[in-house]
């Protein structure tokens, strides 16, 4: 075992499926000299060589469509896009393209690249820099939406990810690269791309979270006197709505948590699902806490915007106060 940052645990991760199989190779802006601008690929370019790990023009489209060509002939490439505002370039190659070959070639061809993509705030970037967009492409059918919360999942979900036939957007939390440790085993494994993790057991809320958000949880998990269960989605598409519905079933009330603007984030469809399969087991409505609908802001304000362990911690004191307020029990 070593005990491995998030940037540490991906790394390994790239080096291990780049010896084991040939055909996965590295490109995109900086990635090759530089190590990338989190050096999330450092050494890889002396390690390979530049046949493997390519450096790429600036050209966020280009990157993703000369991907799609060598998916298609054969390679597995791992593209990475510096920052996640920068993907909205190559929207039309992901969600035309890649997302869509399997269908339109019936099969005869798939697109295996693994998009890797830093997200979110939290490090007080510029504008363009710390936004969080999963919900626009787990809307895409045929794409794969992932975002690990810990360095051991970091590492098993990627693997996951390259050795998956079809195209996966792999969204790395910036704020959490080199947040923490944790032990992390120097074999290869994988993570199973569609299975949430129970982070935290409980019994009285549900929380649900994925990314950077799920430290924040954390903290407002270790504030609270009450039995709070902590779910990890870690992929957003597939989305594990088993595991979701048995915990709220349990525990009969849910908190969502993501950094995303409210208006048409994931947390709706979650809250919707849970809505579906829980009605009769809920004692009380559904909360979100998320980013706000505006631009993320710049410094002064980002941690105004992200739903930091305070913000937590009153939904969650507010879902369980409600059932002792109105005084209703349990109906399921």
Known sequence: MANLTLVQAINLALIQEMEKDDSVIILGQDVGVNGGVFRVTEGLFKRFGPERVVDTPLAESGIIGTSIGLAMAGLRPVPEIQFEGFLAPAYDQLCTHAARMRTRTRSMFTVPITCRVPVGGGIHAPELHSDSPEAIYAHQPGLKVVMPASPYDAKGLL??????????????????????????????????????????????????????????????????????????????????????????????????????????????????????????????????????????????????????????????????????????????
């Open 159 to 332: 693997i996951s990810a390259i050795r998956d036939p079809d195209p996966v957007i792999f969204f790395e939390p910036k704020r959490l690269y080199r947040a923490f440790r944790e032990e992390v085993p120097e074999d290869e494994y994988t993570v199973e791309i569609g299975k949430a993790r129970i982070v935290v057991e409980g019994n009285d809320v549900t929380l649900i979270s994925w990314g950077a958000p799920v430290v924040q949880c954390m903290n407002a998990i270790d504030s609270s006197h009450h039995s709070i269960e902590l779910i990890d989605l870690r992929s957003i598409c597939p989305l594990d709505t088993e595991t979701i519905v048995e915990s709220v079933r349990k525990t009969g009330r849910a908190v969502i948590v993501h950094e995303a603007p409210r208006n048409c984030g994931l947390g709706a469809e979650i809250a919707s699902r849970i809505m579906e399969h829980c009605f009769l087991y809920l004692e009380a409505p559904i909360q979100r806490v998320t980013g706000f609908d505006t631009v993320m802001p710049y410094y002064k304000l980002e941690q105004e915007y992200l739903p930091e362990a305070h913000r937590i911690s009153a939904a969650l004191e507010e879902v369980i106060a409600y059932g002792t307020a109105t005084g209703l029990g349990s109906a399921g």
